[in-house]
């Protein structure tokens, strides 16, 4: 069974910096393509990077690129999101995603 548990959400300050995680069980995560979408109050979602399997090459949404940084640890089975210089903007629920398996999300809310 596929699991995605996402955690390290919360309140941060404008220009601040947080780092999410996601804990992936359940199938090979070394083979596959990851991402992070987010979801903001009243608003679609926005899928905010994707890493890939083999090189680790990575992809952006261009409202963070150049303050975001996508990660994985395959020996872990970990995916990572580094959020640096955050605004009020950013603030959202970040979903782990991999081909229509979400994981529970975590909130993050940046305050001006």
């Known amino acids: 069974e596929v699991q995605l548990v996402e955690s390290g959400g919360g309140l941060v300050q404008l220009g601040g910096s947080l780092r999410v995680s996601c804990a992936a069980s359940g199938f090979p995560f070394s083979v596959y393509a990851m991402s992070w979408i987010r979801q903001a109050p009243g608003k679609g979602r926005e899928l905010v990077s994707l890493?890939?399997?083999?090189?680790?090459?990575?992809t952006y949404a261009d409202s963070v690129k150049g303050r975001f940084t996508i990660s994985r640890d395959n020996a872990k089975n970990t995916l990572y999101l580094q959020m640096n210089s955050l605004k009020p903007e950013d603030t959202a629920v970040y979903y782990c995603?991999?081909?229509?398996?979400w994981g529970q999300g975590t909130q993050v809310t940046v305050s001006s």
């Open positions: 890493i890939n399997s083999g090189t680790g090459r990575a």
């Open positions: 995603y991999l081909n229509n398996y």
